[in-house]
């Protein structure tokens, strides 16, 4: 009787280890899947970080803006908000790789291959969220810091022409009122032209200018003349309201429609009426300018 129960006994634990060895399944490849997934996740974060990094330092090389430059302000200040915005989104990546890792280990401890490729496809969803987000926040930052090197770079090559007496300038985005002299300051690129007229005016002490106003073909030859004189003198006039020295405005004085930089056609013409009024408009605002003349250039560096 005891020997029956010992082989009995013996018996039960093969089926048992049977059933066991029967029941393991290999995890061999899908853990080896996700390994090479996980890698290509982490190798991905690391491209975007140092893409960060680059544009980060880009910003801190340049030059810091000049005081009465609003635009370049604006411009590095919008730089700035959308890198630490962008930084927090690389480190919302990192969370979502490490947490994929925490879950696909806790489902290969199961044993089961469905289970950790449920874990992989919810790691997978979380992660291509992530770097979603990232990325188009990559695009972003990427847009503003060429918008910046852009700004800095005319603000260069302006700035230049300080240095040559009889070089020009043309300032199109001043606006005015249809057909009057009074500046449409609720479009902001009126004062940050303005700005960039300010800070031409007063690249340095021994800078003299003239001030010539432009207007489009819209009106009488006698009432563009007028209006684009009138449209310097306010020039004239917000330059001194903002402390530059009198003696440094030359001269102040109008050249109506006579000398347009870009082709217009007359306002009662076939072709002005058969143009889309958004492009007539675009070609107007181009005319529509303030030129500013180096009469006495800075001295040279």
Same mark, same amino acid.
């Given at each position: 009787m005891h020997r029956m129960s010992k082989r009995v006994t013996r018996a039960a634990a093969l089926v048992c280890a049977l059933a066991v060895a029967g029941c393991s399944e290999d995890l061999g490849p899908i853990t080896a899947t996700w390994n090479q997934l996980q890698a290509t996740w982490t190798a991905k974060a690391g491209e975007l970080k140092k893409q960060a990094s680059?544009?980060?330092?880009?910003?801190?090389?340049?030059?810091?803006?000049?005081?009465? $430059?609003?635009?370049?302000?604006?411009?590095?200040?919008?730089?700035?908000?959308?890198?630490?915005?962008? $930084?927090?989104?690389?480190?919302?990546?990192?969370?979502?790789?490490?947490?994929?890792?925490?879950?696909?280990?806790?489902?290969?401890?199961?044993?089961?291959?469905?289970?950790?490729?449920?874990?992989?496809?919810?790691?997978?969803?979380?992660?291509?969220?992530?770097?979603?987000?990232?990325?188009?926040?990559?695009?972003?930052?990427?847009?503003?810091?060429?918008?910046?090197?852009?700004?800095?770079?005319?603000?260069?090559?302006?700035?230049?022409?300080?240095?040559?007496?009889?070089?020009?300038?043309?300032?199109?985005?001043? $606006?005015?009122?249809?057909?009057?002299?009074?500046?449409?300051?609720?479009?902001?690129?009126?004062?940050?032209?303005? $700005?960039?007229?300010?800070?031409f005016v007063n690249s340095c002490p021994q800078l003299t200018v003239d001030i010539i106003g432009h207007t489009s073909n819209e009106g009488t030859p006698a009432a563009n003349m007028k209006l684009s004189v009138d449209r310097a003198k306010a020039v004239q006039k917000w330059l001194l309201s903002k402390g530059v020295a009198k003696k440094k405005i030359h001269s102040v004085s109008g050249k109506g429609a006579t000398e347009n930089i870009v082709v217009e056609p007359d306002p009662?013409?076939?072709?002005?009426?058969?143009?889309?009024?958004?492009?007539?408009?675009?070609?107007?605002?181009?005319?529509?300018?303030?030129?500013?003349?180096?009469?006495?250039?800075?001295p040279k560096k």
């Open positions: 680059s544009i980060a330092a880009g910003v801190k090389a340049m030059p810091a803006p000049g005081a009465t $430059d609003t635009a370049g302000q604006g411009l590095l200040s919008k730089v700035t908000a959308a890198l630490a915005a962008h $930084d927090k989104l690389l480190g919302g990546l990192d969370t979502a790789i490490s947490t994929a890792a925490n879950s696909v280990q806790e489902a290969l401890k199961t044993g089961k291959v469905a289970t950790v490729q449920k874990a992989i496809d919810d790691s997978k969803a979380a992660y291509d969220a992530a770097v979603a987000k990232v990325a188009s926040s990559a695009t972003a930052v990427s847009a503003l810091f060429n918008q910046l090197k852009t700004h800095n770079a005319e603000v260069a090559a302006e700035a230049a022409k300080a240095y040559t007496a009889g070089a020009r300038t043309d300032f199109s985005d001043i $606006d005015f009122k249809p057909g009057k002299a009074e500046f449409l300051f609720d479009r902001p690129n009126t004062q940050a032209t303005l $700005d960039k007229l300010l800070a009662k013409s076939d072709a002005a009426k058969a143009m889309p009024p958004a492009a007539l408009e675009e070609l107007r605002r181009k005319n529509r300018r303030i030129s500013v003349n180096v009469v006495t250039a800075c």
